[in-house]
């Protein structure tokens, strides 16, 4: 494993300059392999040993490198085989025998799922509560391509977090309050059918919103019959409240249904509504604390600026009174402060809310709330044409029904495509991988063109390709059940093709561990993508049916230990493996 010769170098460094071996360990970094199997496996950067004040940070830094590279040669072993000075850095080689065997070793111990997860690496990393709320779509109105993608990548968030052994609460925190239950409550009546909402309540829920927003739009008894109905709500008249819960209730449960299908849950469905109340106690403690000022209309704004002269000012009351989706926002980061203790929470939106968290996270220092130095908000980019067949999409349901219709058209048109027991199943989570990869493959902060064919191509960098490759290796498993045995010998994977996907196994801590660093999923994505384009060639390379024993048995394990690293970071990504297709 990488831990164990990470351990053995930074020993060995640590003898030779006579430090803790800990100071080494962030210093060195497995080697990244492009197509051919690299020299070194691993290596040190001098700069980081300067830095960290391990070497002077003065004089020649390759004259330094040298002598420091001589220095350790001198200290020979068994485990580093050859020690060489590179450009600022010293290349460290390994047996490549007991790269193969410590590499591997993990896999016959039924720790397949562990893999990579108890490196060093992550003792550097606090450990606690994480909150993650994300998803978050509006009740009755679209649920849009950003809900999509704060969704994925919320998801993403906390499979990371928990599998590095945080405890992590998943919240979704639902547009379930505002004007728009004004108009749906005042337009239920007119065009709303008990019927069509028991059967399609998403469908009917947004229909009726758009009738009655563009009644509205010319008829001024619509927009009073609106405010109206909106002030009994607020005013908690029963009627009104009975009819919004219900809206609020079937809404819930038809997402329950379409998370199921992407792979996700939550453990709160939390909401705009749940704040309502505290919203204004908020504001008397942002009053009490002087913080509130009154501006001409009579709306109530905190002061953003630095220099103190409202420049720069954020509005948490409207001059009627009422609250703003900030000042439920103030009062929601409180109260789950409260409730849960969390140690960090993480809000996934798109970047059009950058300003949102700015000014929400900067009322909360300015309020003595320090916490607020660990709440973080994950913005990301947009999605341009985000369309289906049938034209617009308007609910999270059109695209997956989208992408497993074209998916399962697509493996019936494949001369490859074995024959399954249900085909829409697994044709949705394929299908669901490709919008995966395909949204995660940069970085989030980009925004990037929605495109059906190049997503779902099956020999591109796609979530498809990945399926297929992991549905290759569980094959070759199944078909060689009887000779995969306990032992291996690791003296037989020295050739080029296994050496390099040892080499790349080797990186996959540091690949979670940057992931954990930068919330990005694109490293992660890349690493997979890579060791499924390593185990296709070696798939082809090193046939396991016709070689000697202990020949298959060795690459069997190799193939497994692929497969299981692809299977578990493919799990972190929210994607489900399929084991045929
Ligand atoms: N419902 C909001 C929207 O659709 C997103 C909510 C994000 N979370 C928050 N705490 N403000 O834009």
């Known amino acids: 494993m990488a831990c164990f010769f990470r351990r053995r170098i930074a020993e060995k460094l640590g003898r030779t300059l006579q430090q803790s071996e800990e100071a080494f360990i962030p210093a060195l970094s497995a080697v990244p392999v492009f197509k051919k199997q690299q020299a070194a496996d691993f290596r040190l950067s001098v700069s980081t040993l300067r830095i960290s004040g391990i070497l002077p940070s003065s004089g020649d830094i390759q004259l330094q490198t040298e002598d420091l590279a001589t220095r350790l040669k001198q200290d020979a072993d068994a485990v580093v085989e050859d020690i060489s000075a ?21 896999f016959g111990k039924g720790e397949d799922d562990k893999f990579g997860l108890n490196s060093e690496l992550f003792k550097t990393l606090k450990r606690g509560t994480t909150l993650v709320e994300y998803s978050s779509p509006n009740i009755a109105k679209k649920f849009h391509a950003g809900h999509l993608r704060s969704t994925i990548i919320g998801n993403f968030i906390a499979n990371l977090k928990q599998s590095l052994g945080n405890r ?3 919240m979704n925190y639902l547009g379930d309050w505002g004007m728009q239950f004004g108009l749906l409550g005042a337009g239920f009546g007119q065009f709303g059918c008990q019927e069509k909402l028991k059967q399609n309540p998403l469908q009917h829920l947004f229909e009726v919103y758009v009738q009655v927003n563009k009644e509205a739009e010319h008829d001024e008894d619509v927009k009073q019959a609106a405010r109206d109905f909106f002030r009994q709500l607020e005013q908690r008249e029963s009627e009104a409240v009975s009819l919004w819960q219900k809206f609020r209730e079937i809404t819930v449960d038809e997402y329950q249904q379409v998370y199921k299908r992407l792979g996700v849950h939550f453990d709160i469905y939390s909401g705009e509504s749940f704040h309502q109340d505290q919203a204004q106690e908020v504001v008397q403690q942002l009053q009490s604390r002087g913080l509130l000022k009154t501006v001409e209309n009579g709306a109530g704004v905190v002061d953003l600026s ?13 001059s009627d009174g009422t609250s703003l989706y900030i000042t439920r926002d103030l009062a929601a980061a409180m109260d789950r402060t409260e409730k849960h203790h969390f140690d960090e929470m993480i809000y996934v939106t798109d970047k059009s809310q950058v300003n949102h968290f700015h000014q929400l996270f900067q009322i909360l220092l300015a309020m003595g709330h320090t ?8 913005p990301f980019g947009l999605v341009r044409g985000m369309k289906t067949r049938s034209g617009e999409v308007v609910f999270l349901e059109d695209v997956l029904d989208e992408a497993r219709a074209r998916m399962l058209h697509n493996m019936s048109q494949a001369k490859t495509t074995k024959e399954m027991e249900n085909p829409e199943d697994t044709a949705e989570k394929v299908g669901v991988s490709a919008l995966i990869v395909q949204d995660f493959k940069g970085p989030l902060l980009s925004d990037y063109t929605f495109d059906w064919d190049r997503m779902l191509q099956a020999r591109g960098d796609t979530g498809v390709f990945l399926q297929y490759t ?5 094959s070759l498993m199944w078909r060689n059940e009887g000779v995969e045995a306990a032992t291996f010998d690791p003296s037989l994977l020295l050739d080029q093709a296994s050496v390099v996907i040892l080499q790349h196994l080797l990186r996959y801590d540091e690949v979670l561990y940057q992931s954990a660093q930068d919330l990005q999923p694109k490293h992660l994505v890349n690493y997979l993508l890579k060791l499924s384009h390593m185990s296709a060639s070696a798939h082809r390379e090193l046939p396991v049916k016709g070689s000697p024993q202990d020949v298959a048995q ?15 970071g493919m799990r972190i990504l929210g994607i489900t493996p399929v084991d045929r297709m």
């Open 554 to 568: 060795a690459r069997l394990r190799l193939f497994s230990a692929a497969c299981s690293v692809l299977a578990n």
């Open 470 to 474: 992991h549905a290759r290796l569980r």
């Open 306 to 318: 630095p220099a103190g002269d409202m420049s720069s000012v954020c509005t948490v009351l409207r």
């Open 168 to 170: 992590v609460i998943r």
């Open 371 to 378: 916490w607020a130095d660990r709440c973080h908000h994950v």
């Open 86 to 106: 590179g450009c600022a850095v010293i290349n460290f080689r390994l047996n490549r025998t007991l790269l193969a065997q410590k590499t591997l070793e993990p």
